[in-house]
């Protein structure tokens, strides 16, 4: 039973291309969560998503920024134009469903932006 | 104000000390509370929930009072491997959606 899987570990764009960050929730989760964790800082809450559906995007920056999570497949985080404040590592969570339960956290994806 | 305040620490104490970390919640209505660490460079993992009555969990006590809007995570004995982060998390409502909103991290090394 696999955990949160999240791809790739790491990433290096240049400014001004896209990133696409990938998160397979655990098996029967249908639940996702998107992090950003600035270096030396705390987790910050980007979007919160169940399938086919945004339910809470009030973390994400109004450009550049989008997430989805389809009917078939891993929820994808994408920046588009990526900036050199976008670098940063940034975590997958699932929950079975939105309720009291602690998450469960994907390795993280360490976006590097040069 | 944040609505999860931890002291930043860093706290350095030696092996075998007793250490507590403290954390403010700023929405009354919050109904979960956790305490996670985590590791240089890793993904969070769950430590402990938080309870009202207060948990223990060997070495490791939490305590909640919710009249205070205040969370403990007591560590007793502690060992080498305890060095971490631990971040104080609660859960907020917005709209019938709950998330969960970490503090800033408690940094925590723990000398030989």
């Known amino acids: 039973n696999a955990g949160v899987m999240q791809n790739p570990r790491h990433l290096v764009r240049r400014r001004g291309q896209e990133a696409r960050l990938r998160c397979s929730p655990v098996?029967?989760?249908?639940?996702v969560y998107w992090y950003r964790q600035l270096p030396e800082e705390g987790l910050k809450f980007m979007v919160y998503?169940?399938?086919?559906?945004?339910?809470?995007e009030s973390g994400m920056p109004k450009e550049r920024f989008s997430a989805e999570f389809p009917k078939e497949g891993p929820s994808i985080l994408r920046i588009q134009q990526v900036v050199r404040g976008d670098s940063a590592a940034y975590f997958c969570?699932?929950?079975?469903?939105?309720?009291?339960?602690?998450?469960?956290f994907g390795s993280g994806t360490r976006l590097t932006v040069v | 104000r944040k609505e999860v305040e931890q002291d930043p620490g860093p706290f350095n104490v030696p092996e075998g000390a007793t250490v507590a970390f403290n954390c403010t919640y700023s929405n009354s209505a919050s109904q979960s509370f956790f305490w996670y660490r985590q590791d240089c460079r890793k993904e969070p993992k769950l430590l402990m929930s938080v309870y009202s009555s207060g948990n223990e969990d060997g070495r490791f006590t939490a305590q909640l009072n919710r009249a205070s809007q205040y969370i403990s995570l007591l560590i007793r004995d502690s060992k080498l491997s305890d060095s971490a982060t631990y971040l104080c998390?609660?859960?907020?409502?917005?709209?019938?959606?709950?998330?969960?909103?970490f503090g800033q991290g408690t940094r925590l090394t723990i000398n030989p």
């Open positions: 969570a699932s929950s079975p469903q939105n309720s009291n339960y602690g998450y469960t």
């Open positions: 998503l169940q399938k086919e559906n945004i339910i809470d």
């Open positions: 998390v609660v859960n907020a409502i917005i709209q019938g959606a709950q998330k969960l909103v």
């Open positions: 098996k029967g989760h249908s639940h």
